[in-house]
């Protein structure tokens, strides 16, 4: 075998995944592959088109799709404009900030945020519930699954129950039926 075919035969030789964490990173910041400390530079040269067109189009979405609705549930719940601005804020700022240290901890895009199917599901209650109350309802249950998750239960159920059914979880839950 000649030295060319090795360099070829080594450069498309199928190798594990490269872990975001290095070991020895006792701070519990995440490592790049190279064994070097996330930074700028690293951020900089994670930014190529396709990612920046993904976040564009993700902000469209959001601005012309997401926030119309919510603007009218909150005009459907009675809600003022200092309450309704402070609700966009709450829901917005918080899931802006969690999505982006879990993405720059984990190296992967995890959005956190609400629901579409969920937020019309509050703009039916309404007339049903105070603010405070649907506010104060929203609080227990973050909490619960914040808890829930903290204890492992989601893993623990997801391994009980048959793959099918986990997988169908989530286009029942926003199913019109």
């Given at each position: 075998m000649?030295?060319?075919?090795?360099?070829n035969?080594?450069?498309?030789?199928?190798?594990?995944?490269?872990?975001?964490?290095?070991?020895?990173?006792?701070?519990?910041?995440?490592?790049?592959?190279?064994?070097?400390?996330?930074?700028?530079?690293?951020?900089?040269?994670?930014?190529r088109?396709?990612?920046?067109?993904?976040?564009?189009?993700?902000?469209?979405?959001?601005?012309?799709?997401?926030?119309?609705?919510?603007?009218?549930?909150?005009?459907?719940?009675?809600?003022?404009?200092?309450?309704?601005?402070?609700?966009?804020?709450?829901?917005?700022?918080?899931?802006?900030?969690?999505?982006?240290?879990?993405?720059?901890?984990?190296?992967?895009?995890?959005?956190?945020?609400?629901?579409?199917?969920?937020?019309?599901y509050?703009?039916?209650?309404?007339?049903t519930?105070?603010?405070?109350?649907?506010?104060?309802?929203?609080?227990?249950?973050?909490?619960?699954?914040?808890?829930?998750?903290?204890?492992?239960?989601?893993?623990?159920?997801?391994?009980?129950l048959?793959?099918?059914?986990?997988?169908?979880?989530?286009?029942?839950?926003?199913?019109?039926?």
């Amino acid at each position: 075998m000649t030295s060319k075919s090795a360099d070829n035969a080594d450069a498309i030789a199928i190798r594990p995944a490269p872990s975001s964490f290095a070991p020895g990173a006792a701070t519990g910041w995440p490592m790049h592959r190279n064994g070097s400390r996330l930074g700028s530079m690293t951020f900089l040269s994670d930014l190529r088109p396709a990612a920046i067109t993904a976040g564009i189009t993700t902000f469209i979405w959001y601005a012309c799709g997401a926030l119309p609705l919510q603007i009218e549930i909150n005009n459907q719940m009675g809600l003022s404009a200092a309450e309704s601005s402070s609700w966009i804020f709450i829901i917005w700022f918080s899931g802006a900030v969690t999505s982006i240290l879990l993405g720059l901890y984990y190296r992967l895009p995890l959005p956190v945020t609400w629901t579409v199917p969920g937020l019309i599901y509050l703009g039916t209650l309404g007339g049903t519930f105070s603010f405070a109350e649907v506010a104060a309802a929203s609080f227990v249950a973050g909490f619960a699954i914040l808890l829930l998750g903290a204890l492992g239960v989601g893993k623990r159920l997801m391994a009980w129950l048959p793959l099918p059914i986990v997988m169908a979880c989530s286009p029942a839950a926003s199913s019109p039926t």
